[in-house]
């Protein structure tokens, strides 16, 4: 966007509110400038909803975000915790004010900005994996910068990388800390997900089963260890995780949020893990994998 332009972004919530959804205004290196809380939208009686955005101070107005000359990106996160019911806002953009200052760009010149902005993240992503892959192996404990890098102030991010034989499995703990929403996606050097419709190759809590204390342990291996949290990782060997928390009650986490690692053998895994663990038979495997791609698949078809 251009900071100096105005704004509204118009949309409408669904009946069913997204645990976590923001409106976040960006500078060129992902410095927050603005945000709006999906939970402190003003909606009419039909859920429907305008955020306005320009340099002015409220004044009065609901859901408005302050831009500012540096600003230069608008990021909405629309978070679907559960895949077989959420659905995301609807939404759309308009732009205020007089005809634009400066002429649309050519083909040309948008073909040189779609080059620059592929070399540019590529370079954010090698950079971003390289502070995970400086950290020993099979440890999460590098914390990302919660006041830049595009992560939102009020949650918890924790990285790392894993590296892992046939026999193998990384166990995580995880103490969500009273966070009503955490994932654990495995990604692989591009930043990318592998394949997490037909396999699980990442969960969050509505997909996880929670361990008798309200925590949740999840086993990451190349072979299926017969754990229903089982963190698949295609097939890879290596590979990073990026695990998230977020709504706090209060907004912010209890001590204890977090989470601990340690490599064991596979074959060793029924004792080491909690009595309560859910372990899967085969057939049981295949009724989760099927119904978590059923509830990706009804989100894509035309409505």
């Not at 909405?76 to 649309?104: F, K, M, Q, Y």
């Not at 009020?154 to 966070?179: C, I, K, P, R, W």
């Not at 009650?249 to 977090?258: H, Q, S, V, Y």
Request: aromatic letters at 8%; proline letters at 5%.
């Amino acid at each position: 966007i251009d900071g100096d332009e105005r704004y509204q972004i118009r949309g409408r919530v669904p009946e069913r509110r997204l645990t976590e959804n923001y409106f976040t205004l960006w500078d060129t290196e992902m410095n927050t400038v603005g945000e709006l809380s999906g939970d402190d939208l003003a909606l009419d009686s039909e859920r429907r909803f305008t955020i306005t955005v320009d340099r002015d101070a409220a004044a009065g107005r609901p859901n408005h975000i302050r831009s500012s000359p540096k600003a230069r990106e608008f990021f909405i996160r629309d978070v679907l915790l559960d895949w077989e019911a959420d659905e995301p806002n609807e939404l759309s953009v308009v732009r205020l004010g007089d005809p634009p200052r400066h002429a649309a760009k050519s083909v040309e010149e948008q073909a040189e900005a779609a080059s620059s902005m592929m070399r540019a993240y590529v370079d954010h992503s090698l950079r971003w994996n390289r502070q995970a892959l400086d950290k020993p192996a099979n440890e999460l404990s590098f914390t990302i910068d919660r006041e830049t890098d595009g992560a939102l102030q009020n949650q918890l991010y924790l990285m790392g990388h894993f590296d892992l034989s046939d026999g193998e499995a990384l166990v995580l703990t995880v103490n969500t800390g009273g966070a009503k929403y955490f994932i654990a996606p495995i990604t692989n050097l591009w930043s990318t997900t592998n394949e997490i419709v037909h396999r699980t190759g990442s969960l969050n809590l509505s997909q996880s089963v929670a361990d008798p204390d309200g925590g949740y342990s999840y086993v990451l291996s190349v072979r299926d260890p017969g754990v229903y949290n089982w963190l698949d990782p295609s097939d890879m060997h290596e590979g990073i995780l990026t695990l998230r928390w977020a709504e706090f009650a209060g907004g912010r986490p209890t001590p204890e949020a977090g989470v601990t690692s340690r490599v064991l053998p596979v074959s060793e895994l029924r004792g080491a893990l909690p009595e309560s663990t859910r372990f899967v038979s085969e057939n049981e495997r295949c009724q989760q994998l099927d119904a978590r791609a059923r509830s990706y698949a009804w989100r894509l078809a035309e409505r």
